[in-house]
């Protein structure tokens, strides 16, 4: 029975990260830095080897809630309300990007699809799921090697024409 947990986990994980870096890519997060600091982020994880345009991304991540925000807060509204709470994540996170004056949607429209995801596979994956695989994403992002990690999001983001 642990396993199958382990599994689920793992699973919503794979979810969660693909959910976060495809929307936040395709909206430009790796691009340039959208919010302030996330200029300076960027640049100081250059400075320790890794990749400008990751490092822009870790920094937009930080500065502003974007898709990864976004997922993690569908997830745990969702758990708590349903899918209403899912559509109540997307308005905060569409409030917080405005608060951060974050000129783009991508938090906003990775709320959505994070609710959407969590709404199909629930009767095989439940929300909490999703939050515990949303942690883990976040960490492997930003907090297991931001040299690494800034590499992954650089790769990702020219395999997708975004840089």
Known sequence: MVIIEILKVI????????????VDTYFGLPKKPGV????VI?????NIGGNLNGGYFMGNI????????GTLMASIF??????????????????????????GYAGTIGTITATVLIYLL???????????GMVVAIFVIQ?????????????VARKMGMI
Do not use: M
């Not at 302030?36 to 200029?39: I, P």
């Not at 629930?122 to 515990?132: D, K, M, S, V, W």
């Not at 990690?149 to 790769?155: P, Y």
């Open 11 to 22: 699973i919503a994980f794979l979810i969660c990260f693909l959910n976060f870096i495809i």
């Open 36 to 39: 302030l600091g996330a200029k």
């Open 78 to 103: 969702y758990y708590l309300l349903g899918v209403e709470g899912g559509l109540i994540a997307s308005l905060f996170i569409y409030i917080g990007n405005r608060l951060c004056n974050d000129t």
């Open 42 to 46: 960027g640049q100081k994880i250059e």
């Open 122 to 132: 629930n009767g095989f994956i439940l929300p909490e799921y999703f939050i515990a």
């Open 62 to 69: 930080v500065c502003s809630p974007d898709a990864s925000a």
């Open 143 to 155: 907090g297991l090697n931001h040299e690494f990690a800034s590499k992954i999001l650089g790769t």
